[in-house]
């Protein structure tokens, strides 16, 4: 049976060494066969779908009909219609993409129905020369992918409750999905426009009827920012700013307009809406911090989370994400004694700047009470901070930014809840 006695434990509460998984003759909780019961098995008829063929061809998949469940949860503003949010099930999926149909959405006014052939963008501004492009026209640069999260920065908001929210880890914190984009960088079509010197920042537009438009220093929009046409190998879905997108790789949701219809290049940020009455810090001092667009390190355990359940003592594998708006993801610890001892986890290769990155680790749970914890360190040497660190310092009025250390308490029941710990 198991040679858990043979493996030595990392850390406190049952956490195991990560390369555990590489031994052979472990035991999860496969059922271990007798000879009867194996006879039994091979001797048990075919099932319905393995006697007759099977459905046919079609020309768009879906999931099979038994993953129903695994949806967006959305929520609308009766106040003001298109005005909402839907959040990515974390807790359901494993790997680092997030599938197209399921990329968390932050409308302001809805999705707009665009026709790609009428849809142009124009850059103009201080710049030499005014260019506008259809999307025919933009199919003929070079492209290039980028994988990485985008995150809104209200995302975990509930987590600067004085009380720990309930809910599964999806609606709590999934408002960060991850794609791969691929599309044009940004760099190559501001050359053939020829900035002006006195250029700064530049204004981006979105063609919702919202009229999102926000400010971005030039120097980012020249350095790794990507006008994108595809989403994960197909053009962009429509909620997610088809036909054309801008990426803007790590830093907050907000600055990635979809539905990109212009930019214009200035000398001064526009002061719009959504970088001075919305998406801005409320500092313990009472003054309003702007222009926070990095996204700082994070890391969740999504499995086991809030809503799943253990069904009994053992070996289990915990698994999460982890990202940061710096570069890339250093290293992930993950403790099972509240915060006592700490393991490092396995990280999946590919390991990408400003990418979601995948974190397991073995866990031997002993059936008692635990407190699993994650903290995530990138190539910066940024360390995730515990919770009463980031309130110290963000104070109790914040509503943006919120990237503490995520705390599930497991029950000797095996039931799970979210804690301050
Ligand atoms: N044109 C436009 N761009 C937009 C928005 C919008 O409402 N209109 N919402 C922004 C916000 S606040 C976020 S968090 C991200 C959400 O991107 P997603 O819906 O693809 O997840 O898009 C940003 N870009
Ligand atoms: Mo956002």
């Known amino acids: 049976m198991s040679k858990h006695n043979e493996m030595q434990a990392v850390a406190g509460g049952g956490l195991l060494d990560r390369r555990l998984f590489l031994k052979k003759g472990l035991s999860f909780s496969a059922l271990a066969l007798s ?5 039994a098995e091979l001797d048990a008829p075919r099932p319905e779908w393995a006697q007759k063929p099977g459905t046919p061809f079609s020309n768009y998949g879906h999931p099979s009909r038994y993953e129903q469940k695994t949806i967006r949860w959305t929520m609308g503003n009766a106040m003001a219609a298109g005005n909402g949010v839907s959040w990515t099930p974390l807790q ?13 959405e932050r409308h302001h006014n809805g999705v707009p129905q665009i026709d790609p052939a009428q849809h142009k963008l124009l850059i103009h501004g201080l710049v030499n020369q005014s260019l506008v ?23 975990s908001n509930a987590g600067w409750q004085t009380q720990p929210i309930q809910t599964q880890v999806g609606y709590f914190h999934g408002m960060a999905s991850c794609s791969e984009w691929t599309g044009i ?29 926000v400010s971005l220093p030039l120097d980012k929009a020249l350095d790794d920012c990507i006008l994108a046409l595809y989403q994960n190998g197909e053009r962009i879905r429509p909620e997610n700013g088809y036909p054309l997108r801008l990426i803007v790789p790590g830093w907050e949701g907000v600055v990635n307009v979809k539905w990109l219809r212009r930019l214009h290049l200035t000398n001064q940020p526009t002061m719009a809406r959504n ?21 700082e390190a994070k ?6 989370s809030f809503g799943h359940k253990l069904k009994q003592p053992g070996l289990y594998q ?29 990280l999946q290769e590919p390991v990408l700047s400003k990418c979601f990155t995948r974190f397991r680790i073995p866990w031997q749970w002993n059936g008692q009470q635990a407190i699993l914890k994650s903290r995530a360190i990138d190539e910066t040497g940024y360390v995730q901070p515990e919770r009463d660190v980031l309130v110290k310092s963000q104070g109790q009025h914040g509503y943006f930014h919120y990237n503490a250390i995520v705390s599930w308490e497991v029950a000797s029941n095996g039931s799970i809840s979210h804690v301050y710990a």
């Not at 359901?92 to 968390?104: A, N, W």
């Not at 010197?197 to 204004?203: D, E, F, N, S, T």
């Not at 970088?275 to 996204?295: H, N």
Request: with cysteine.
């Open 299 to 304: 890391s969740l355990i999504t499995q086991p």
């Open 318 to 346: 915990i698994s999460g994400l982890a990202w940061s708006g710096r570069g890339k993801i250093a290293k992930v610890e993950v403790s099972a004694d509240g915060g006592k001892t700490w393991a490092e986890a396995q």
């Open 35 to 39: 000879a009867d019961v194996l006879a």
């Open 133 to 155: 492009f259809t999307m025919e026209d933009l199919q003929r640069y070079p492209m290039t992918s980028v994988l990485c999260f985008i995150e809104c920065g209200g995302n």
């Open 275 to 295: 970088e001075t009455s919305k998406y801005t810090e409320l500092m313990p001092s009472g003054k309003a911090r702007q222009f926070t667009f990095v996204m």
């Open 185 to 213: 960088p940004l760099r190559l079509l501001l050359n053939e426009a020829q900035i002006k010197g006195r250029a700064k920042w530049l204004i981006a537009e979105g063609a919702d009827a919202s009229l999102m438009n």
């Open 92 to 104: 359901d999926l494993e790997g680092m993409i997030t599938p197209s149909g399921l990329h968390f």
